[in-house]
């Protein structure tokens, strides 16, 4: 079975088996194609942890599986932002805890432009689709008196769900992943979710509550001949996967300004437009992209999969 299968076999199990979850309306398809084979790739571009910018096509040098590649578009600020906040509310998430949620997401919501747009997902061993796209404004507060924290957490499972969903053109996707991160619930293990990651365009800005980056990210998951991996080694991956960033929160740390700066970070940042050239079509491409300034780092997803 080829990866892809794998993963659209296991997210529809997902589907299958939590009937609450919100199924996608087409499978993931193979990232970033577009009318005429265009792909699309969003760099963070920061100087001593400042944004950069200003920058111009002629600043910036993208490698497609080693081989260079013509730039032919830059934007900056410019698209709309879809914003998907995927909430952990099992039994590890206390009253206070949601509490500091509910403001975050109220703030969250008072940052985003006129044409962003706001989806609240929520989790434990089920996944729960709180406020879609195009529910009113007043959806989000509602939703937080139907949650309560009890239960397993299915963190796997609703990442790939979140992934999954349907793009829409000519908008950027952030998936904001607020979590303790130990997975106890999902049927999905932690190879398949950053295939599925690799196959989708969403960014992946991860929220850690109190986390213990050298503990086992899922006790269940487990793949032959390697050591089981641990929380930080996996969402480490899932960001460099996507082109995200890890926050690790201590207790007292203001959660609301937490969320306000991942989704600042993710506002701050280039889309760069290429047709790939010289490289073989089908298959995993490798992706570097490099500034041409003395101190500049850049953070871009390091791939994608071409069908």
């Not at 296991?10 to 088996?17: C, H, P, Q």
Request: proline share 6%; with cysteine; charged share 20%.
């Amino acid at each position: 079975m080829s990866g892809q299968s794998v993963c659209l076999a296991v997210i529809g199990a997902v589907i299958v088996a939590q009937s609450t979850a919100p199924a996608p309306q087409q499978p993931p398809a193979a990232t970033f194609r577009s009318g005429a084979d265009i792909v699309s790739v969003e760099a963070a571009v920061r100087r001593e942890k400042r944004p950069i910018t200003g920058l111009k096509i002629t600043d910036f040098e993208l490698l497609d599986n080693g081989v260079s590649q013509e730039i032919t578009d830059v934007s900056y600020e410019r698209l709309p932002i879809d914003l998907t906040v995927v909430l952990d509310v099992s039994a590890s998430v206390t009253g206070p805890v949601l509490d500091q949620l509910r403001q975050s997401v109220r703030q969250l919501k008072a940052d985003l432009g006129a044409k962003d747009r706001l989806k609240l997902v929520a989790f434990n061993m089920q996944v729960r689709r709180l406020a879609d796209f195009e529910a009113p404004g007043s959806a989000t507060d509602s939703a937080f008196q139907t949650l309560s924290g009890h239960g397993s957490s299915a963190i796997f499972d609703s990442v790939a769900v979140a992934l999954a969903a349907p793009a829409s053109d000519g908008r950027r996707h952030l998936i904001v992943l607020f979590s303790d991160g130990q997975d106890s619930s999902s049927i999905t293990d932690p190879d398949v979710l950053f295939e599925v990651a690799r196959r989708s365009t969403p960014t992946v800005n991860i929220v850690l509550a109190s986390a213990v980056p050298e503990h086992i990210a899922s006790p269940f998951a487990r793949s032959p001949g390697r050591p089981p991996i641990t929380i930080g080694r996996l969402y480490d991956q899932l960001a460099r996967e996507t082109g995200g960033i890890v926050v690790t929160t201590s207790p007292g740390e203001s959660l609301a300004s937490t969320f306000r700066r991942v989704l600042a970070d993710f506002r701050a940042s280039y889309v760069l437009y290429f047709t790939p050239r010289n490289v073989e079509r089908t298959g995993p491409h490798t992706l570097q992209v490099r500034v041409k300034q003395e101190g500049a780092e850049v953070r871009a997803r390091s791939g994608y999969v071409w069908r």
